[in-house]
């Protein structure tokens, strides 16, 4: 693309390759008064920044040129700008991006495990953790990351999760929690609700344990969960929600308003937050089914639920076509319930067409030779196990509750029992777009996502309430495991050049030389200011010898071996002395 463009931009380039950074800015930012939208030149004027030690200049550029970019060179750009934030010292901003480079394949386990030797640098267990987790799935073979999961997670707070009832959804929050935090399950027993200062506790759903935590003050920090079944709870308005510190609400429009019909003052008392409900797309195996007649339909079954009505479509969809089945799984909670459907399935003669398959021990196997997912509810309660079969090419069925268009495309949402025949007996059946479609969902936002961003910022005020209240303690922080390193600026690694890595990302094309006779340098005005905190600025210094590369990393190196140790002390079981993976 770039062989296409001016004279003035070629010797732009040429001057930047040969290292005349200043000479190269000059002109090509001339070239941008002109062409203020070219993500290449963005970006090239960004990477010469980013060699001249000009890395708030060098981000801002940088942004511009993400936002004009289409195609390969966005993932160029990409690199340059991760490369830009741990340069100066924001992995959180980087971190943000990974998800796009891995869509344009620049992401590897070297990005991510310098990201969280940054976060570590800030003190930043959480986003160290988040890195090498995505790095340990990268490449499963680093067993050297094992030792630093413990080390990190001895370093963090301890972690409750509690509920009323045991079921899928704590089981995967405490699952999900264990892997970073060390962490425990409290199940109907608000008696192990005991808290230190520097605990965490996570409540999933409304009920006794919540209300029970919120009466009794708890004294270290405290997230209430709620399902979109949950909004409903008239048990929210005996909540104590000023002791909460803040509340995760799975749902949409409808479950935030209402929340608030419910709880009119609870902006004012603790902080609310809508997010996905908690499912990982990823534990569900994709298989690719053909049309058939089996439609599955998951408890617990309960008045909302609405298993009476799921019978009535049934019975008008045997008339139609006798050979379709309907398979439930899953308990009754409500005897009368149960009876009812048992009675009604042999009234209307729907013996070997509904069947009660009670609790099933594992969803996805019990889905393998079903086409069909129905969701008969008068609310969204249970919509996770729709997505979950969607994800597995399951067709969608869902019932028209109040809000349902804003859970599901409105092409599998029915009201009567007609429009259930037609949405099984007509239209496409097209597995991998229900796959796509729940992808493409959480995608824009995730349940975890949400949830580690609550998480690092109640895990902050833990640490710094701790470095007030023990400030003789403060050895005991990640920081002080070791020797201050100097602020070095790291070695630039623009996108154009090859990274001192073992993994390189693709090259761009070297530019062709070409001779011009440059215009005097327009004066150019000052950078605006960045997004993020200005630093003093430092006089320009040479590109880091790879000596002077590798002394910095073994400070890092020993800098995390004295935490291995000092973890090694205070659980006084001996271990083996491990290297860390930040070593270049």
């Known amino acids: 693309m770039s062989q296409t463009k001016s004279p003035m931009y070629q010797q732009a380039m040429s001057l930047a390759e040969a290292g005349q950074h200043e000479q190269a800015l000059r002109l090509i930012r001339t070239y941008l008064q002109t062409n203020p939208n070219d993500s290449e030149a963005l970006n090239d004027a960004g990477t010469i920044l980013f060699c001249m030690n000009r890395g708030q200049e060098a981000i801002k550029m940088l942004e511009k040129a993400r936002g004009c970019a289409e195609g390969d060179i966005l993932g160029q750009i990409l690199w340059n700008l991760c490369e830009t934030y741990l340069q100066e010292g924001y992995p959180a901003e980087a971190a943000a991006l990974f998800d796009a480079m891995e869509q344009h394949g620049v992401l590897n386990v070297d990005v991510l495990n310098r990201a969280a030797n940054v976060f570590l640098n800030r003190e930043a267990l959480g986003g160290a953790m988040e890195c090498l987790l995505r790095s340990l799935r990268q490449a499963p073979e680093q067993e050297i990351l094992h030792p630093m999961f413990e080390i990190i997670r001895s370093k963090r707070p301890v972690v409750t999760v509690a509920a009323d009832t045991d079921g899928p959804a704590v089981r995967q929050i405490y699952d999900y929690m264990n892997l970073r935090f060390r962490t425990q399950l409290t199940v109907a027993d608000p008696r192990q609700l005991t808290q230190t200062s520097e605990s965490l506790c996570i409540i999933v759903g409304a009920g006794q344990m919540l209300r029970q935590l919120s009466m009794n003050k708890p004294a270290g920090k405290t997230i209430a969960i709620l399902s979109a079944q949950d909004v409903y709870n008239p048990v929210l308005k005996s909540i104590c ?86 398979y439930l799984a899953g308990e009754f909670q409500d005897k009368a319930i149960e009876r009812y459907c048992r009675n009604a399935v042999s009234r209307m003669n729907l013996e070997g067409v509904v069947f009660f398959d009670g609790p099933v021990s594992n969803l996805q196997s019990w889905l393998r030779d079903k086409q069909y997912f129905v969701h008969g509810s008068i609310s969204p309660a249970g919509i996770h196990h729709v997505w979950a ?75 710094l309430s701790r470095a007030t209240s023990h400030p003789a303690e403060s050895s005991h922080t990640p920081a002080a495991a070791a020797p201050a390193m100097p602020a070095a600026p790291v070695a630039p690694r623009p996108y154009t050049q090859a990274p001192a890595m073992p993994m390189q990302p693709p090259m761009m094309p070297a530019q062709p030389q070409q001779t011009w006779t440059p215009p005097a340098a327009p004066v150019m005005p000052a950078a605006p200011q960045s997004l993020v905190p200005e630093k003093p600025e430092t006089p320009q210094t040479d590109r880091r010898s790879i000596s002077e590369i590798a002394e910095n990393a073994l400070k890092a190196s020993l800098r995390l071996r004295d935490m291995l140790n000092e973890a090694q002390e205070q659980s006084k079981t001996p271990q083996e002395n491990f290297s860390v993976p930040f070593v270049r």
Request: net charge negative; proline share 4%.
């Open 389 to 463: 079969a969607m994800a597995c090419g399951v067709k969608p069925v869902v019932h028209g509750f109040a809000g349902a268009e804003e859970w599901m495309d409105s092409r599998y949402v029915f009201m009567i029992a007609e429009e259930f025949c037609a949405v099984i007996q007509n239209g496409e059946y097209q597995p991998g777009q229900y796959r796509q479609w729940i992808e493409a969902r959480y995608s824009q936002g995730n349940f975890y996502k949400t949830l580690n961003t609550t998480l690092s910022k109640l895990e902050r005020q833990i640490q």
């Open 241 to 326: 929600w000023n002791t909460i510190d803040q509340v995760l609400v799975c749902g949409t429009i409808e479950q935030a308003d209402m929340l608030t019909e419910q709880i009119p003052d609870i902006h004012k008392k603790t902080h609310v937050q809508m997010t996905d409900e908690p499912l990982d797309i990823q534990d569900w195996t994709f298989t690719q089914r053909g049309r058939g007649k089996r439609i599955a339909a998951a408890g617990p079954f309960n008045a909302c639920n609405n298993p009476m009505f799921l019978i009535q479509c049934m019975q008008k969809l045997n008339y139609l076509d006798r050979d379709y089945r309907l």
